[in-house]
């Protein structure tokens, strides 16, 4: 049936297993996608919307590395927001709601268009391996399918077990049975599992709502995009998202079903999200809230379901209906489905090289939840780093890795390979050290040329960036040089409540001030001139004023991250022996033989290891 050897396999069609076969394929690798369902390939499981607060970075990320996360988000998106903009660049993050319908359909439209990609709709349900080295897969129906290497991007599908009420049944997604197989067959050669939860809320026909008494959140005024390409789709309209409270009798309410709530009575014993808890998590967590933000999201374009967002729950159906009902605007409500929580397997990321290769069985990869992330973008953000390192595992060559100071797809695989995590892992913008490095606008600064001597990241994006670059740099170059007249200033500072001056200096002195931006120096004509004249884009100006505005903590960040990167420098080889070293603390051996860190960076950043183990380290290393 499979009469040829394919390159690279990826289990799963989710957001993690579209960006590692586009990647994988678009390197040149012969790459077979398999999933349970063709249907649902991209399929948005939870909320549908893409970025957010550090996750925005994340798809800006992707789309700088050449994946498609962030072309398909704005082919799909209702609304754009940025977020944060009341703060600093390095707090800005963009964030789309989607037509979840669209999503999918594009994501499939874009992967049947990917050359070197097939697919195959089937169950995968262990793996072939032969002297610790993996060579395909065997499906439900015993086919075996060989590769020279395998990408597992499972989801929630890896034994999943749904939850409402008193009721629970096995399944990876509502309608969809769940992955059996896989978890014993990785156990069999070695690998640690745990449980975790995640949970999604009821969806509702938005016709039986009143939006009327509810907070309307528009989209921006004039929205953005995720992808760095020119030719990329923007809104032209948007819809509305809408935001309403519970209340203490909404509360009351839903305290009746908790004897009932699978979380409460222990058939759910594995851990969930921290930051995205259950409605009934919060009102015992948080009694003392009289209420919570419930956000009214539409599904799309062309249909009444709504997504009830900050209402997750695994409560009985009844008891989230009658609850419901007393939000406000919720009084008439109809339901398309209740929430539902789901428990699934995961594996200790721990058990992971940084470039997602496992420990255990080499040319084997993990991407997405199995490594106990949760969210559509950290786990796009590991697909397409495990698609890129299975192409050039099978090229046998060095891996692709990023560092922290690079980018937040480099903080999200170095935490997870030493850190590991006991609950499901998202991205916040409070884990980069680095983040005024990291911002959303210069992604494709820091990754595209990266990507682009990879072979992955094309001529466009790079010729795209150059442009930008250079309009930027000329944009800097007129800021720093040109002078202005006192008077014409001293109207648009009046205005911004900003101290007047009394003789002429350069420009980028005025940009400096916190409280002047680009729009107020536009208003000189000098300045208008100069731009219409150079042809400069929107995003070169944001870029010259961050870059004016924001050196002295670029600076900063910079010589930190190149202290730091002394250490990243130092590889520790594969087969060191720690126990030989007698001066590190029992704790020390013990979680360096676990962890096995790459480098000394990686061996600091352990939990238990101190200051005094890394200089015994330094000794041993020779240097």
């Known amino acids: 049936m499979f009469d040829k050897k394919y390159d690279v396999i990826v289990v799963g069609g989710g957001h993690a297993g579209c960006e590692a076969a586009a990647a994988a394929a678009n390197l040149g690798s012969k790459t077979l996608l398999v999933t349970m369902n063709l ?138 049975k769940s992955s059996l197989g896989l978890t014993a067959c990785l156990e069999s050669h070695g690998f640690v599992s745990g449980r975790m939860k995640t949970g999604t809320p009821p969806r509702v026909d938005g016709r039986s709502l009143k939006y009327t008494i509810m907070e309307e959140q528009p989209g921006d005024l004039d929205p953005g995009t995720f992808s760095f390409l020119k030719n990329t789709t923007v809104l032209k309209s948007q819809k509305s998202c809408h935001i309403t409270y519970t209340n203490e009798e909404v509360h009351d309410q839903l305290r009746l079903g908790f004897e009932r709530s699978p979380m409460f009575n222990g058939l759910i014993d594995a851990v969930g999200p921290r930051y995205c808890p259950s409605i009934e998590d919060k009102i015992h967590r948080f009694a003392d809230k009289s209420r919570h933000q419930i956000f009214v999201e539409p599904e799309g374009w062309n249909t009444v379901e709504v997504y009830v967002n900050g209402f997750s729950t695994s409560l009985p159906q009844e008891v989230q209906y009658d609850a419901l009902k007393k939000v406000k605007g919720f009084e008439s409500v109809k339901f398309f489905r209740p929430g539902y929580a789901i428990e699934y397997d995961y594996f200790h990321p721990t058990q992971l090289k940084t470039s997602l290769e496992t420990k255990n069985i080499e040319r084997l990869f993990f991407a997405g939840q199995i490594n106990g992330t949760t969210g559509y973008e950290e786990a796009a953000a590991q697909g397409i780093m495990a698609g890129i390192n299975a192409n050039l595992k099978c090229n046998e060559s060095d891996p692709f890795v990023l560092k922290r100071n690079e980018a937040y797809i480099g903080v999200l695989i170095d935490d997870l390979v030493v850190k590991g995590t006991e609950e499901p892992y998202r991205m916040f913008t409070s884990r980069a050290e680095y983040r005024t490095l990291l911002r959303q606008d210069n992604a494709d600064e820091r990754l595209t040329p990266k990507s682009f001597k990879l072979g992955l990241a094309n001529s466009q994006r790079m010729k795209t960036l150059d442009d930008r670059i250079s309009s930027t740099n000329k944009m800097i170059g007129f800021y720093n040089k040109t002078g202005f007249d006192p008077k014409n200033l001293n109207s648009i500072l009046k205005l911004k409540k900003s101290s007047p001056v009394k003789q002429s200096a350069r420009l980028s002195k005025i940009l400096a001030r916190p409280n002047i931006d680009t729009t107020d120096l536009t208003k000189l004509s000098s300045v208008k001139e100069f731009i219409e004249k150079q042809k400069i884009s929107k995003s070169a100006l944001e870029q010259a004023e961050i870059q004016i505005k924001y050196s002295g903590y670029i600076e ?18 594969i087969n060191f022996n720690y126990n030989q070293l007698a001066s590190l603390s029992s704790e020390a051996k013990e979680k360096l033989n676990k962890i096995l860190p790459q480098t000394l960076s990686q061996a600091s950043r352990i939990s238990g290891i101190n200051p005094s183990d890394i200089s015994v380290l330094l000794v041993a290393l020779g240097r």
């Open 39 to 176: 249907q649902t390939l991209g399929q948005m499981s939870c909320n549908p919307a893409m970025g957010g607060i550090a996750k925005g970075q994340i798809v800006r990320e992707i789309d700088a590395l050449g994946g498609y996360s962030g072309i398909v988000s704005d082919y799909s998106a209702i609304q754009y927001k940025m977020l944060n903009k009341s703060k600093g660049p390095a707090m800005w993050s963009p964030r789309v709601q989607s037509d979840r319908a669209m999503f999918s359909q594009h994501w499939r439209d874009l992967l049947e268009r990917t050359e070197n990609l097939d697919f195959y709709q089937e169950m995968v349900t262990s793996l072939v391996v032969e002297n610790g080295i993996v060579l395909g897969v065997k499906t439900s129906l015993d086919v075996s399918i060989y590769s020279k290497s395998v990408i597992l991007t499972n989801g929630t599908f890896l034994n999943g077990l749904i939850h409402i009420g008193e009721k629970n049944f096995g399944g990876g997604r509502a309608g969809e």
């Open 556 to 573: 900063k960040e910079k010589l930190m991250a190149d202290k730091i990167q002394r250490l990243e420098n130092i590889s520790i080889p």
